[in-house]
């Protein structure tokens, strides 16, 4: 491949303001909707994470706008409740705050606002939830409220209490007036259902009780430290299991407060500099700090005696202020995420800390956010309300004669346009056609379109702006061109799908291109999800459409959602430009429909589509699209192999003649391409489907992901994309994630895996089980820390010696491997049948290597490229090379982040007195 | 000028009679021996141990009856020479003694009547603490501490020694052996343990001195580490001592050992653990019920099976072993009650709470809370309890090893100390942190006094200190000679990859630059600096910035000063861990009247800051040049405030070449015996001469206070050794000079300087005018390591020892140095060879090193060295003796006849004349003497309440007892520090005392008036 190595894309990371877990601790037994974890920017955006067993799927984007920020997030749980022996589990809900007077409740389903409620109080600024009814509670006193209730701390001094019931939000209560005496309430817990903790700026912490609104204690820190400000600030309360309040302050030090007395029991001086954020464990056994001097600090408790604290452990993991944290525990994982202005999610581990490595998850959105017409070189970046698009030339070292590089200026790449879009909303997709002369642009509340020319003289894009059929205006949270540039496919906010035929393909500059009055509406597959699932947990957020291809000819659609399920739809019959536009156009109605249908539309609308077909063509579902199974996790890469073969001229094919029946007949042929989709799930489970068929592919049938390279399979970050190589014959898929670039060959098989797997079970078995086929995940965050380099001061595992003699050695620190082990897929029996005997597999092997078959490799990666925010085809390439390609990394040290209060090496003097 | 020599050279003739010079002719063929296993001149006959020997066929068929011939004789030859002299007298005493003159054994040529011979080499005083950690006596009123084989006793009040016990090795001991560790019997707090490298195990009285001279010896393969628990079973209480060492089969292990002094015979024993690796600490507590132990990276911690064991023989532990990354350097564990047993098994309810601090080689403390119960609550199928968490804390402030690390008593803080110089005390409650910073060096050992009031603090420098807990203030200070010490192993933390810093290749030893004050002959005046142990392989450059004062008398430390800058009160590392380096004293020489000391300092960047100049070509050698300082520096001793002070600087005093601006090396100074007045010569091949001149402003004299004037030091005559237009064709010949010498002669009349470049040519100068008076030719060759008068004679030290006597303008007998060490690099020739002599004696003394090879790479492991006397008149040495270490300076006892000589082990001897009184007899004697007082010593405190005056002569009047007597009407009272009382007190043993009426006025002087101010180090 040819290379162009960009790292002068500016994506500007986004503060993390909020993380916040939708449980902090799932137990074994307890029935709870899948845990989400949403971090909130300063930019607005909300994204939801999947902790999915440790693989952290960043799964979709709440896209904010300007100047809106999200300073607080807070889940609840609606209580389950058992119906005919079934139990519905309560719903999830997310609020959010964002120093305003206004508390906000989000649809995830739909990426919108739900709901608003705000009053006359000051900013907003911490808020929390309401520990849920315990059972023991529930049991007590029948009659009580089972909901959990927001409490939000406000600048002006003031406590405001939100009830959520009756899926409602509104202002139940003003707890504490505001005054402008009073300090600001910068951290705000409830200790149990009534009482309510808050960290002021005025050295002090509060206590009160919800029911009366009443004063229970004043806790004050006394005054600060000489030479600082006299009021301490009190950035984070938290509270243990048993009562005990521990808060962290300006002076670095957190402080552990009797939960009954309210009497100070322990102060531990572990930060240099402020604390901006604590967590817990669950049964109250570790506490974490975060601070302005970037560290992270454990605590754990020592002695048996009057449980006292000790600092632990400390580490930077953050390379600026850790201001935010959450942790949860619960379904394999037990995780601390932290966050900051470095804009990388950190996933520290909780229980194995210190045997275990920490993640950092990156910081740019799973969606590349880059785009490409190759046929122009042209390179597309987008974030926030911008777009910018650059020319990507070969490097002017590499042309040959020196004639050209006279002609041609100096870089390899130039800013050809930047496009700042109107009003407040943040760009959710936006894409280009593959000619370069279409640019369209999403939020969540309108499409816009742009038409990209040529400035003649110089070497820049002329933009104009094209008026958009009104049928656009619900906005999309996906948009993308067909590769031929004839569809415009839409999925909405909602995740419905519409396409749109554009009339006058942008092939001449002069006139602008129109779209066909009458959208296509597509519905997917209804899944029947039971009711229960439907109303309670997340609801129908599973069903939000996420990824989105065409093939190549631009005939197959696929579209998949964040629950594993994959859509394909077919343009069936051939092209009749003759049609005329229908008058009848009901696009206004398909846009109305389309916001109160939902997204399991019925069988009418299909009829519908069927009869309107475009120039005498139409989107119908394919019929073999039930065929596909659902995947275990969420796809994240769909992409067809681009057809080796040049798409045939339809000159050749008789078109239907009309009827008086059938005034614009339609054919219902099937399109015959390249079918062959290419998934790849968020745990890295790599399928190919046949789409048309709708099995797997014989390659795929052979090559399960458990034969792929086991240090593929040892990888943990996401895939991101995939770029094909067909060029000479190849059947080569590229793709990428964050950290590296694969290679797979997928004209061969893999290698069979090595003897071991081929032995009959018995040890092998056990082995497996800890070594694992697929991704050694530990307990969430990065793999295990080996033996030789432990931090810890102390083994993994002990050796006893009584008198000499040698006993035995035994494990000191429990393996999490052991607690949950997932069942490990074992197909490749099955695999290997179907690659035939193994003799035969032997022989293509030997023969493969007469034939120098081994110069080719199977698989091929890299590490050199990180972080790669994407990777994107930019022309052709030259011959024998393959495509030539744009990798964009965004390195973090690049990004500027902003300046830190503390300096680099400070410390060391302020340590000793120098 | 010759005349002025003739003269001077009566009164020589008249000392050393032909008669006497023929009596060490005769005798000196085996002079006396010291009782320690010295090799002596005997060795001589076993030609594979004798330094200077080389195989070529010299022996006694050489021409050594032309004793006069002016050309240079072999030095080896010499020693042949001698030898089969010696050779046919031994034939002949073999004959009537049964002795076997094996090499090693000198004591086993003790022929009593040659034993009276002309020259002694006394016992060494001063020493260097061994790195272990000091014991406190129980009732804190001593501090014991170790030099390599003799423990020493201090006081804790006045920091004084109180007694020195050497105990005595097995006789074939290796020269070696030292002390590896020693503790407080728990059971009896008077005894004493302390084991020995060789496995020799000694119970000591340190109270009475006794019990030096039986000894267990534990093993043949030697002893690693020790430590002693009382224990008590079978209705017997005993002292169980706990040793590892290397087993026979390699591997090690740890015995337990009951040795008791009733049956010396039988000593049952245990091996309670054995392991392929090297346990280097180990520890016990609960009266040996638990067991702590470190081995390389691993922790063990083991406990009693029973107490229920009537011999030793039937000790049973058990153990458990984890792993840290890192090898463990310190390891403190503290012992409590178990007060909550919620949750335990039942077997562990009655374990103590066991806490273990670990410090590794990286500078990171963990903590393990409650380890012994965590460990063992372990279920019969190997799995720990839930819930359980055996993460220890880990505190990681130090940036390099750990070199100790404690508990305190209460368990709340924890003390830890490395090569940062900061005593660091974590508070562990709070996680605060509390820093004693700028200690004069690495801080070793630290250790909690038992009633934990105080710290005693040992340090690199071979220094100890006790801090009080409350107000870390020093409270007692125990110095040692803090020159430079070779390592006797090597170190832990060596395994720990550090950026290289430069260091000197081929190894040599840095030599000290001493001198003794003449107006004060015991007062010795060293260049010392942050005493790092010398590393044999890669030594790196080392500084010495600092002058140490050390009383050779008393045998301990008078005071400190810095001579250069530096980094005690800086930052004393950069950023990438380079420590910074400080100027280097290379010379330093005092007047003849004591008053004035001139050094001289050069400092020169390391190569790795400014190596970025190699991309623009530069040559890095020029740069450094460039770079360097030197400093010459003329010092004025002040009675007032007891210091040096300095008085004038000249900087770059010699430059580089005749052309050049930058500063250039000093090669040699040299100190006028009859006036004030110093000569320096420099790479620039230039002599200076250096006077004072009274400091006039205005034509006005500048006057002190006290209305005397203010001197400044300045050049009188630089003399260009070499024709100035030679010089030019040369080009840059100049810079060529790679060593040179002055010297003096005693009546100041002439001086003599010969450089190395300048053609062989030694130049005889007149140092009033500045005129070369005469030259000579072929009196050195290769690199000139030293030059000195010895009456009309000049003795020069090159490649060859010559003798000159410029009267008569004669070689009087030159002889060449053993090949071997004139292979040696110039650099390890200047710095590791020496040439002193002794006007009382008309001797003089040269010192010559033998390096060992370490794998095929020279190496200072196994270096040794002689030291060789000749008389003026005989060209046959009067004694030889062998050091085991490298000498690394070499003076002339000022008071009596012989020289002081002081290696590599930070030792002082003393070459003597039978006869005359060496200065360090009395340091000595001390503890022999104070020996017969220490039952009145713990009466001291009942004593002091009479206040009388002449008691206080003999004990030794504790100043702290007399603060705290005084504490209520402190105003009206003087206050009198330790240090004044220790000046009028510790000068020598009570006969060598003044008068005593003296002493009572000096007493009376300090209380009853202001005491002087001084300054207390």
Redesign the interface.
């Known amino acids: 491949m040819d290379i162009h190595r960009c790292r002068f894309v500016p994506f500007p990371p986004s503060t993390i303001n909020a993380l916040a877990f939708s449980h902090s601790h799932i137990s074994k037994d307890q029935k709870a909707a899948p845990p989400r974890l949403a971090v909130g920017r300063a930019n607005g955006d909300i994204e939801l994470w999947n902790p999915q067993g440790g693989a952290w799927l960043q799964e979709t984007i709440i896209r904010g706008g300007k100047d809106r920020s999200i300073d607080g997030l807070v889940w609840t749980q609606d209580p389950n409740e058992e119906v005919d022996g079934k139990t519905f589990i309560g719903k999830s809900r997310l609020f959010s705050i964002g120093y305003t007077t206004t508390v906000t409740e989000w649809d995830l389903a739909k990426g919108r606002p739900l709901r608003q409620a705000s009053g006359n109080h000051g900013e907003i600024w911490c808020i929390a939830a309401q520990p849920p009814l315990s059972k023991s509670e529930k049991a007590a006193t029948p009659g009580q409220l089972e909901g959990q209730r927001l409490i939000a701390g406000c600048t002006d001094g003031a406590l405001v209490l939100y009830s959520t019931e009756d899926e409602d939000l509104q202002l139940q209560r003003v707890l504490v007036r505001p005054s402008a005496k009073k300090a600001k309430v910068i951290s705000v817990v409830f200790q149990n259902r009534n009482i309510v903790v808050a960290g002021c700026t005025d050295s002090t912490i509060r206590i009160y009780d919800i029911r009366t609104g009443a004063v229970v204690r004043n806790m004050t820190l006394g005054s600060g430290p000489k030479g600082g400000p006299k009021e301490i600030i009190v950035w984070a309360v938290k509270v243990l299991r048993d009562g005990t309040i521990v808060s962290g302050d300006s002076t670095g030090?957190i402080k552990i407060w009797d939960g009954k007395l309210h009497t100070l029991r322990?102060?531990?001086?572990?930060h240099q500099q402020d604390i901006l954020s604590l967590a817990t464990n669950f049964d109250g056994?570790a506490i974490f700090s975060g601070g302005m001097d970037r560290r992270t600090v454990v605590y754990?408790p020592?002695?048996?005696?009057k449980s006292?604290w000790?600092?632990?452990?400390?580490r930077r993991f953050h390379t600026h202020d850790v201001k935010t944290m959450a942790s949860f525990e619960g379904s394999g994982l037990s995780v601390i995420v932290s966050g900051g202005p470095d804009a990388s999610p950190t996933v520290v581990p909780l229980g194995q800390?210190?045997f275990e490595n920490q993640r950092s998850l990156p910081f740019f959105p799973q969606d590349t956010l880059i785009r490409s017409a190759p046929k122009q070189g042209l390179m597309m970046s987008f974030w926030e309300r911008e777009v910018h698009i650059w020319h990507i030339r070969k490097d002017p070292d590499s042309a040959e004669d020196e004639e050209d590089l006279e002609n041609k200026p100096p870089q390899g790449r130039k800013l050809v346009a930047k496009i700042l879009i109107k009003g407040e909303p943040n760009i959710t997709s936006a894409a280009l056609n593959s000619e370069g002369s279409l640019l369209a642009v999403s939020t969540n509340s309108e499409i816009k379109l742009f038409q990209l020319r040529p400035k003649p003289e110089e070497d820049i894009l002329r933009v104009s702006k094209l008026p958009v059929p009104s049928s656009f205006s619900s906005g999309a949270r996906l948009i993308q061109f067909s590769p031929d540039g004839k569809w415009l496919c839409i999925v909405r906010p909602d995740s419905q799908i519409v396409l749109s035929r554009l009339l006058t393909p942008g092939t001449s500059s002069t006139s602008p291109p129109t779209f066909h009055p009458r959208l296509t509406k597509i519905a997917r597959l209804d899944r029947k999800t039971e009711k229960h699932v439907l109303l309670g947990g997340l609801g129908s957020y599973n069903r939000t459409v996420t990824q989105l291809a065409f093939s190549a000819d631009s005939r197959i659609l696929a579209v998949s959602d964040i629950s594993g399920h994959i859509d394909t739809f077919v343009l069936t019959g051939q092209e009749d430009l003759s049609q005329q536009i229908s008058p009848d156009s009901d696009a206004a109605s398909s846009s109305s429909s389309s916001s109160s249908s939902s997204s399991e539309s019925d069988s009418e609308d299909e009829e519908d589509a069927k009869t309107k077909a475009i120039f005498g063509q139409t989107w119908t579902r394919n019929p073999s699209a039930a065929l596909l199974p659902k995947l275990p996790s969420a796809p994240v890469v769909l992409s067809f192999r681009p057809s080796a073969i040049s798409p045939k001229l339809l000159n050749g094919t008789v078109p239907l003649h009309p009827t008086r029946n059938t005034p614009h007949p339609i054919s219902h042929a099937l399109p015959t391409g390249e079918d062959r989709l290419l998934v790849i799930t968020s745990t890295s489970q790599i399928y190919e489907f046949s789409v048309l068929k709708g099995s797997l592919t014989p390659w795929s049938r052979r090559n399960p992901t458990s034969v792929f390279p086991d240090e593929f399979k040892r990888t943990l970050e996401t895939v991101r994309g995939c770029i094909w190589d067909t060029s000479l014959g190849r059947e080569r898929a590229w793709i990428y994630s964050v950290g590296w670039i694969w290679m797979f060959d997928l004209s061969r098989d893999f290698p069979s895996p090595s003897g071991e797997r081929e032995l009959v079970n018995g040890d092998k078995s056990k082995k497996r089980k800890r070594n694992g086929g697929g991704k050694e995940r530990a307990s969430g965050a990065g793999g295990a820390i080996p033996d030789?380099?432990?931090?810890?001061?102390?083994?993994r595992?002990?050796?006893?010696?009584?008198?000499?003699e040698v006993l035995?050695e035994?494990?000191?620190?429990?393996d999490p491997m052991d607690v949950d082990e997932a069942e490990e897929d074992n197909v490749p029996e099955l695999a290997l049948v179907r690659r035939g005997s193994k003799d035969e597999g032997k022989g293509a092997k030997g023969k493969g290597r007469e034939n120098g078959y081994e110069a080719r490799p199977h698989e091929w990666h890299t590490f050199k490229y990180r972080p790669i925010m994407g990777v994107v085809l930019v022309g052709k390439g030259t011959e024998g090379l393959g495509p030539e390609v744009a990798v964009v990394e965004r390195p973090a040290w690049e990004a500027g982040l902003p300046g830190r209060w503390e300096g680099e090496?400070e410390w060391r003097e302020k340590?000793?007195?120098? | 000028m010759a005349s002025a020599l003739k003269r001077k050279r009566g009164p020589v003739e008249v000392l050393d009679t032909p008669k006497r010079s023929k009596s060490v002719k005769t005798q000196s063929g085996n002079p006396l021996l010291p009782a320690n296993g010295k090799v002596g001149w005997e060795a001589a006959f076993n030609p594979s141990q004798d330094l200077l020997i080389s195989t070529n066929g010299h022996n006694g068929n050489h021409s050594h009856g032309t004793p006069e011939s002016p050309e240079a004789v072999d030095y080896e030859a010499y020693v042949q020479d001698e030898k089969y002299k010696n050779a046919l007298k031994q034939r002949e005493k073999l004959s009537k003694n049964p002795v076997h003159n094996s090499s090693n054994k000198s004591t086993a040529n003790p022929t009593p009547d040659k034993a009276k011979d002309l020259w002694k080499l006394s016992e060494p005083i001063g020493g260097r603490m061994i790195n272990a950690d000091p014991v406190f006596s129980s009732d804190e009123k001593f501090i014991i501490v170790a030099n390599r084989t003799t423990i020493n006793i201090y006081s804790t009040s006045n920091s004084l020694l109180t007694r020195s016990i050497k105990p005595i090795l097995k006789d074939d001991a290796p020269r070696s052996t030292r002390i590896v560790a020693y503790c407080l019997s728990p059971t009896h707090s008077n005894i004493l343990w302390v084991a020995f490298s060789d496995g020799s195990v000694f119970r000591i009285d340190w109270t009475a001195g006794t019990g030096a001279n039986n000894h267990w010896t534990i093993s043949s393969t030697g002893c690693i580490y020790m430590t002693v628990s009382s224990m008590e079973s079978a209705g017997r209480r005993r002292d169980v001592v706990f040793t590892t060492e290397t087993k026979k089969d390699g591997g090690f292990r740890i015995t337990a050992q009951e040795m008791s002094p009733e049956n010396p015979r039988e000593s049952p024993t245990r091996t309670i653990y054995s392991t392929p690796n090297r346990i280097h600490f180990m520890t016990t507590a609960r009266e040996g019920s638990v067991f702590v132990a470190a081995s390389g990276n691993r922790v063990l911690l083991g406990r009693l099976r029973s107490t229920d064991f009537d011999s030793v023989e039937n000790i049973r532990y058990e153990f458990r072993i984890f792993e840290s990354i890192e090898a463990i350097k310190s390891l403190d564990i503290r012992v409590s009650d178990r007060k909550e047993t919620e949750g335990l098994k039942k077997s562990l309810q009655k374990s103590p709470v066991v806490d273990v601090v670990v410090g590794d080689i990286r500078g990171v403390l963990f903590v393990h809370n409650d380890l012994l119960a965590k460990l063992f609550s372990q279920h019969a199928d190997g799995k720990l309890p839930p819930g359980l968490s055996l993460v220890p804390r880990k505190l990681h402030w130090h940036r390099q090893v750990v070199h100790t690390v404690k508990w305190s008593l209460d368990g709340n803080y924890i003390i830890s100390g490395g090569a940062e110089t900061v005593l660091v005390l974590w508070q562990l409650d709070t996680g605060k942190q509390q820093f004693l910073p700028h200690m004069s060096a690495t801080i070793q050992n630290v250790v909690v006094s038992p009633s934990g009031t105080s710290y005693a603090i040992q340090l690199a420098d071979n220094s100890a200190m006790i801090l009080s807990t409350a107000e870390l203030e020093p409270t007692a200070n125990i110095a040692g000679i803090q020159a430079s010490v070779l390592e006797s192993e090597e170190p832990l933390e060596a395994q720990v990859q550090k950026i290289e810093e430069p260091s000197w290749q081929p190894p040599l030893v840095q030599h000290t630059p001493a001198v003794i004050n003449p107006a004060n002959p015991s007062k010795l005046l060293l260049g010392v600096g942050q005493t790092q142990e010398i590393s044999a392989t890669k030594p790196l450059l080392m500084s010495n910035p600092f002058l140490q004062t050390f009383d050779l008398g008393a045998g301990h430390n008078l005071s400190r000063q810095a001579l250069t800058r530096t980094n005690i009160t800086n930052v004393n590392a950069a950023p990438s861990l380079h420590r910074l380096s400080e100027p280097r004293v290379t010379h330093m020489k005092i007047s003849h009247n004591g008053k004035w000391l001139a050094t001289v300092d050069e400092w020169t960047p390391p190569a790795r800051e400014y190596d970025f100049l190699t991309h623009r070509g530069k040559d890095l050698s020029v740069e450094q040049q460039q770079r360097r300082e030197v400093f010459l520096k003329f010092w004025q001793w002040s009675t007032e405030s007891d210091t040096w002070e300095l008085v004038s600087r000249i900087d770059a005093p010699h430059s580089l070449g005749p052309d050049s601006g930058d500063a250039g090396r000093i090669f040699s100074l040299a100190a006028d015996p009859s006036s004030l007045r110093f000569s320096t010569i420099g790479e620039d091949a230039i002599v200076r001469t250096w006077t004072m001149k009274t400091r006039k402003r205005d034509g006005v004299v500048v006057r002190a206070k006290d209305g005397s004037a203010f001197r400044n030091w300045h050049c009188q005559h630089a003399i260009c050794l070499g024709k100035p237009e030679l010089l030019e064709k040369a080009g840059n010949g100049a810079n060529d000079t790679t060593s040179a010498s002055v010297a003096i002669s005693e009546d100041g009349s002439v001086l003599a300087a010969a450089c190395d470049n300048d053609d062989g040519l030694l130049h005889l100068l007149d140092p009033d005018s500045g005129v070369i008076r005469i030259s000579h030719t072929d009196l050195f060759e290769g690199t000139i390591v030293g030059m000195e008068f010895l009456g009309q004679d000049l003795i020069i030290l090159s490649n060859k020892l010559c003798v000159f006597d410029i009267v008569s303008e004669e070689i009087r007998f030159a002889v060449k140095v053993a090949p071997n060490t004139a292979s040696l690099s110039s650099k390890q020739k200047q710095e590791m060879m020496h040439l002193a002599v002794d006007q009382r004696s008309r001797t003089f003394a040269l010192a010559l090193p033998k390096l060992g090879t370490q794998s095929g790479k020279p190496s200072l492991w196994a270096a040794s060295s002689e030291l060789t006397v000749f008389h003026q008149d005989s060209r046959e040495p009067q004694v030889t003796e062998k050091f085991s270490t490298i000498i690394t300076a070499l003076l002339p006892a000022v008071s009596s006849e012989g020289y002081i000589v002081l290696d590599t082990e930070a030792e002082i001897y003393t070459v003597m004349k039978k006869g005359s009184q060496a200065v360090t007899s009395l340091a000595q004697s001390t503890s022999a003497l104070e020996l017969d007082n220490v039952p009145e010593e713990s009466a001291v405190e009942l004593s002091l309440e009479e206040e009388d005056a002449e008691e206080a002569e003999d004990y030794l009047l504790t100043p702290a007892a007399t603060q705290d007597e005084e504490d209520d009407d402190e105003s009206e009272y003087p206050v009198v520090t330790q240090q004044q009382l220790s000046e009028i007190f510790d000068i020598g043993p009570s006969f060598a005392l003044p008068p005593m009426e003296e002493m009572f006025y000096q007493v009376a002087g300090l209380f009853s008036s202001k005491p002087l101010a001084q300054s207390v180090s």
């Open positions: 030090e322990q102060r531990i001086k572990s056994s754990k020592i002695g048996k005696g006292r000790a600092e632990v452990a400390h800390y210190g030789e380099l432990l931090g810890t001061g102390i083994s595992r002990m050796q006893r010696v009584v008198h000499e035995e035994s494990t000191l620190i429990q090496q340590e000793v007195g120098l």
